[in-house]
């Protein structure tokens, strides 16, 4: 009789150890593609950034260094390759762009260029876009981690391995230091 | 998200199994009224209701949304149309997780509103009419597009609909009982009291009532969970663009609008659920036992009592601040992050109601497949496809030009395809 109790007290536990640990595995591949969708997006902006550098040019004839710095910051953020890496390079990128958008106020004939305003719409939703894989990429990283640190869910955690993930915070120095300008 | 998905799932399926045990038992009253000795025509009755609502699940469920946004009348348009549309609806597909993009579909009508459509995720469909595009902005635009998002993400356009069906169902077996009852069943049921037995007339008594009261139970107990579904959507809206000011002002707008409307619009009762405020309502300060939707006021007010977080939690709080006791979400909803700010609202996202009117015209001009021909005098001609001639005057200063035989062949591609 006793044998058959301890059975099914063992056949709950291992019942309730694989639906956490099924819980976690679901949850690290939700942060897993949560950061695959960040990366089409930084892609996409990467990709922008020529056209928009280009058709600026013949307008822009002061600002090379702006126009220079966006393309450096670029380089350096398509090398970047840990998580904490690109963040501060896209940070950076970030911080070149919202220059480039203030002076870009200076010149009423590239703002009034159809392929200008067409570029500017596609590069605010690709911005629009990165902060939103990046908004949904914290909150399933701060949901698995919540997880891995509370009980129960620690112990099976800690049993396979499960490592925290990463958040993704865009915060640079240089882009703290641009002024907010309100038009 | 996935935690409140998931009991959004569950709660819908209680729905669905509330619902369809109404209607299994209204089956059953109406049987046991018409012959109470006879079991046999009980057990018939059930069987056709089941059947009624089956058939009826299954037809729903067999490309309803096509059918849907064709009464809407909606037109599908591309990335190249409208690629400010296009990309908030990409903008909150990332939000939401939401792996889709869903189809995005235009209605042609100054009446600012928008509805989503979709049983499932992967079929889902966004609709948004002209005048919402030309009145609200970037940001509010936004928020409505995400609030359509969440009622695909949370699953309401499938049990929305599937119980919207089920009442139906509810409701067409009440007239048969009706009907049944003027033609002939009344002698018989009158019969079958053969008087003095009490517990009979009791049980008949409360057959005739489930009978009369069960459509009127579903359809209140279908509306309540629509407009809690309204609330949850606002919130997951929120909570998607982080910006609950947005949907507040957007609301403000769509339903400001709505109030000066004279003629009802062209929409069907199962879509009506599914819009941003309800086409067929007049703006009302409370929502009633019938309303799809709660009162649009009410709604601003929870939205705007938002101030420090854009969390679930701050809607959570902001509606409890504002209705006492009452609650829009359980707590296994609430299981996530509490740490989202609320975001400032994006420069430039007004580029003024003016141009966005023209946008929207010529974006309606690119459906319908106009040609636009450029006059000299700075005059732009929109030639329909229509249009068969191959000669136009020019309607300002009268240069007749001859059409280009390019054009010509894209207009007459055009008449071609809309027959």
């Not at chain 1, 291992?14 to 591949?29: K, Q």
């Not at chain 1, 099976?156 to 499960?162: D, H, I, N, P, Y």
């Not at chain 2, 982080?242 to 339903?255: Q, T």
């Not at chain 2, 400032?344 to 459906?367: C, P």
Request: proline share 4%; aromatic share 8%; net charge positive.
């Amino acid at each position: 009789m006793e044998w058959i109790i301890v059975l099914i007290v063992v056949a709950v536990l291992a019942v309730w150890i694989i639906s956490m640990y099924n819980g976690l595995v679901r949850l690290r591949n939700q942060v897993r593609n949560a950061w695959s969708q960040i990366d089409v997006q930084l892609k996409r902006r990467h990709d922008l950034i020529p056209n928009l550098v280009e058709t600026a040019k013949g307008y822009m004839t002061h600002e090379r260094e702006t126009l220079e710095s966006i393309t450096k910051a670029r380089a350096a953020a398509m090398d970047a390759k840990s998580v904490g890496d690109t963040a501060k390079a896209e940070g950076q990128l970030q911080g070149a762009l919202s220059k480039f958008y203030l002076v870009v106020e200076n010149y009423p004939d590239l703002k009034a260029n159809q392929n200008f305003l067409s570029l500017q719409e596609e590069l605010t939703s690709t911005e629009n876009k990165v902060g939103f894989s990046r908004q949904f990429y914290n909150d399933q990283v701060m949901q698995l981690n919540n997880r891995i640190e509370s009980v129960p869910t620690n112990i099976v955690a800690g049993l396979f391995r499960f490592e925290k993930s990463e958040f993704f915070e865009l915060q640079s120095p240089a882009e703290r230091a641009v002024p907010k300008v309100s038009f | 998200m996935f935690e409140l998905i998931r009991a959004n799932k569950r709660k819908s399926a209680w729905l669905i199994a509330v619902l369809g045990s109404i209607l299994i038992g209204v089956g059953y009253a109406i049987g046991f009224l018409l012959a109470p000795e006879d079991p046999a025509v009980s057990a018939l009755f059930v069987i056709i209701a089941v059947v009624i609502w089956i058939g009826m699940l299954l037809a729903s469920m067999a490309g309803g949304e096509k059918i849907l946004l064709k009464t809407a009348k909606a037109r599908e348009i591309q990335k190249a149309d409208a690629p400010q549309l296009y990309n908030i609806v990409e903008e909150m597909c990332i939000a939401s997780g939401l792996s889709t993009v869903p189809k995005v579909y235009i209605i042609d009508t100054p009446d600012p509103n928008a509805f989503a459509v979709g049983l499932k995720p992967e079929r889902a469909a966004v609709a948004v009419t002209t005048g919402l595009m030309a009145k609200l902005n970037r940001d509010e635009l936004q928020n409505v597009v995400a609030h359509e998002i969440a009622h695909i993400n949370n699953r309401d356009t499938l049990f929305m609909t599937l119980a919207g069906v089920t009442v139906g169902a509810i409701i067409i077996l009440g007239e048969l009982f009706w009907r049944s009852m003027l033609f002939g069943g009344r002698g018989r049921s009158s019969g079958g009291g053969r008087g003095g037995n009490q517990g009979a007339a009791v049980v008949m008594i409360v057959a005739v009532l489930m009978a009369i009261l069960a459509p009127i139970l579903a359809r209140m107990l279908y509306f309540a969970c629509s407009r809690r579904r309204e609330y949850l959507a606002d919130a997951c809206a929120a909570q998607y663009t982080r910006y609950p000011e947005g949907l507040a002002s957007a609301l403000d707008k769509i339903s400001g609008q709505a109030a000066q409307r004279t003629k009802k619009a062209e929409t069907s009762q199962v879509l009506a659920p599914m819009y941003i405020i309800n086409p067929l309502a007049a703006r009302s300060r409370k929502a009633g036992w019938f309303s799809t939707h709660p009162a649009t006021d009410d709604r601003i007010r929870v939205l705007r009592g938002m101030t420090s977080s854009a969390s679930l939690e701050a809607y959570e709080q902001a509606y409890r601040a504002l209705h006492g006791k009452e609650s829009v979400m359980t707590p296994s909803m609430l299981k996530q992050s509490k740490d989202q700010s609320v975001r400032d609202a994006s420069k430039d996202a007004d580029a003024g109601t003016q141009r966005q009117w023209r946008e929207v015209q010529d974006l309606l001009h690119k459906v319908d497949q106009y040609a636009v021909l450029a006059c000299a005098c700075g005059m732009k001609m929109k030639l329909p496809p229509e249009y068969d001639q191959e000669k136009v005057a020019c309607p300002k200063c009268g240069r007749a030009h001859p059409l280009p035989p390019e054009m010509l062949a894209a207009l007459a591609a055009a008449r071609m395809g809309r027959k």
